[in-house]
Protein backbone atom coordinates (compact mmCIF):
# COMPACT_ATOMS: atom_id res chain seq x y z
CA UNK A 1 0.00 0.00 0.00
CA UNK A 2 1.21 3.32 -0.78
CA UNK A 3 -0.48 6.80 1.17
CA UNK A 4 -0.10 9.78 -0.23
CA UNK A 5 -0.58 13.10 1.28
CA UNK A 6 -0.90 16.14 -0.65
CA UNK A 7 -0.55 20.05 0.86
CA UNK A 8 0.05 23.78 -0.28
CA UNK A 9 -3.08 24.73 -1.76
CA UNK A 10 -4.93 27.97 -0.89
CA UNK A 11 -6.23 31.13 -2.20
CA UNK A 12 -3.93 33.43 -5.21
CA UNK A 13 -4.24 35.82 -7.47
CA UNK A 14 -4.24 35.62 -11.27
CA UNK A 15 -0.74 35.69 -11.85
CA UNK A 16 1.01 34.45 -8.73
CA UNK A 17 2.56 31.22 -8.00
CA UNK A 18 1.92 27.86 -5.20
CA UNK A 19 4.15 24.95 -4.47
CA UNK A 20 1.93 21.44 -3.83
CA UNK A 21 3.50 19.01 -1.83
CA UNK A 22 2.93 14.93 -2.11
CA UNK A 23 4.58 12.97 0.56
CA UNK A 24 4.68 9.30 0.14
CA UNK A 25 4.70 6.62 2.34
CA UNK A 26 4.67 2.67 1.94
CA UNK A 27 5.65 0.89 -0.33
CA UNK A 28 6.43 3.50 -3.02
CA UNK A 29 9.21 1.28 -5.18
CA UNK A 30 5.93 -0.71 -6.40
CA UNK A 31 5.18 2.91 -8.12
CA UNK A 32 6.34 3.52 -11.57
CA UNK A 33 4.68 6.68 -12.03
CA UNK A 34 3.86 9.85 -9.96
CA UNK A 35 1.54 12.23 -11.56
CA UNK A 36 -0.68 15.17 -10.46
CA UNK A 37 -4.02 15.48 -11.91
CA UNK A 38 -6.92 17.94 -11.29
CA UNK A 39 -10.85 18.32 -11.07
CA UNK A 40 -13.55 20.73 -10.96
CA UNK A 41 -16.92 19.61 -9.71
CA UNK A 42 -19.09 18.23 -12.80
CA UNK A 43 -16.08 18.01 -15.47
CA UNK A 44 -13.70 14.41 -15.25
CA UNK A 45 -10.33 13.80 -13.77
CA UNK A 46 -7.75 16.38 -16.17
CA UNK A 47 -4.28 15.06 -16.43
CA UNK A 48 -1.66 17.80 -14.89
CA UNK A 49 1.67 16.27 -15.17
CA UNK A 50 3.78 13.13 -14.34
CA UNK A 51 7.06 11.72 -13.74
CA UNK A 52 8.77 8.52 -14.17
CA UNK A 53 9.85 7.28 -11.00
CA UNK A 54 12.83 5.28 -12.75
CA UNK A 55 14.18 8.50 -15.10
CA UNK A 56 12.76 11.04 -14.36
CA UNK A 57 11.06 11.66 -17.37
CA UNK A 58 8.27 14.24 -17.28
CA UNK A 59 5.21 15.11 -18.99
CA UNK A 60 2.59 17.74 -18.73
CA UNK A 61 -0.73 18.27 -20.31
CA UNK A 62 -1.50 20.96 -22.81
CA UNK A 63 -2.35 23.53 -20.61
CA UNK A 64 0.08 24.13 -18.25
CA UNK A 65 2.82 22.93 -20.03
CA UNK A 66 5.72 25.80 -19.73
CA UNK A 67 4.05 27.25 -16.74
CA UNK A 68 3.80 24.09 -13.92
CA UNK A 69 6.77 21.75 -12.98
CA UNK A 70 6.60 18.38 -11.05
CA UNK A 71 9.90 17.43 -9.27
CA UNK A 72 10.96 15.31 -6.62
CA UNK A 73 13.08 14.56 -3.80
CA UNK A 74 13.85 11.48 -3.32
CA UNK A 75 15.77 11.99 0.35
CA UNK A 76 12.19 13.24 1.46
CA UNK A 77 9.57 11.06 -0.71
CA UNK A 78 8.38 14.37 -1.69
CA UNK A 79 6.73 15.10 -4.76
CA UNK A 80 6.17 18.76 -5.93
CA UNK A 81 4.18 20.95 -8.37
CA UNK A 82 5.41 24.31 -8.97
CA UNK A 83 2.72 26.54 -10.11
CA UNK A 84 3.64 29.99 -11.88
CA UNK A 85 1.55 32.24 -13.88
CA UNK A 86 -1.88 30.92 -12.57
CA UNK A 87 -4.91 31.76 -13.93
CA UNK A 88 -8.27 31.75 -13.13
CA UNK A 89 -9.00 28.08 -15.15
CA UNK A 90 -6.51 26.83 -13.04
CA UNK A 91 -8.86 26.79 -10.53
CA UNK A 92 -9.68 22.93 -9.28
CA UNK A 93 -8.42 20.50 -6.18
CA UNK A 94 -5.17 18.90 -6.88
CA UNK A 95 -4.63 15.47 -6.58
CA UNK A 96 -1.32 13.38 -6.66
CA UNK A 97 -1.16 9.62 -7.60
CA UNK A 98 0.97 6.80 -8.19
CA UNK A 99 0.61 3.96 -10.22
CA UNK A 100 2.14 1.25 -11.75
CA UNK A 101 1.76 2.42 -15.34
CA UNK A 102 4.65 3.54 -17.31
CA UNK A 103 3.21 4.71 -20.64
CA UNK A 104 -0.38 5.25 -20.21
CA UNK A 105 0.62 8.64 -17.82
CA UNK A 106 -2.88 10.40 -18.56
CA UNK A 107 -5.52 8.15 -17.84
CA UNK A 108 -6.10 8.41 -14.24
CA UNK A 109 -7.53 4.72 -14.17
CA UNK A 110 -3.84 4.00 -14.41
CA UNK A 111 -3.26 5.24 -11.05
CA UNK A 112 -3.23 3.05 -7.89
CA UNK A 113 -2.86 5.43 -5.34
CA UNK A 114 -4.69 8.49 -4.83
CA UNK A 115 -3.98 11.75 -2.10
CA UNK A 116 -6.65 13.30 -0.76
CA UNK A 117 -6.83 16.23 -2.84
CA UNK A 118 -5.87 20.00 -2.01
CA UNK A 119 -8.06 22.82 -3.05
CA UNK A 120 -6.45 25.83 -5.22
CA UNK A 121 -8.43 28.72 -6.15
CA UNK A 122 -7.19 31.90 -8.55
CA UNK A 123 -8.95 34.91 -8.13
CA UNK A 124 -8.84 37.37 -11.37
Known amino acids: QVQLVESGGGLVQAGESLRLSCVAS????????MGWFRQVPGKEREFVAS????????AYGNSVKGRFTISRDNTKNTMYLQMNSLKPEDTAIYYC?????????????????WGQGTQVTVSS
Open 97 to 113: AEGSTSDDYINPSSYDY
Open 26 to 33: GRTFSSNT
Open 51 to 58: MRRWNGVT
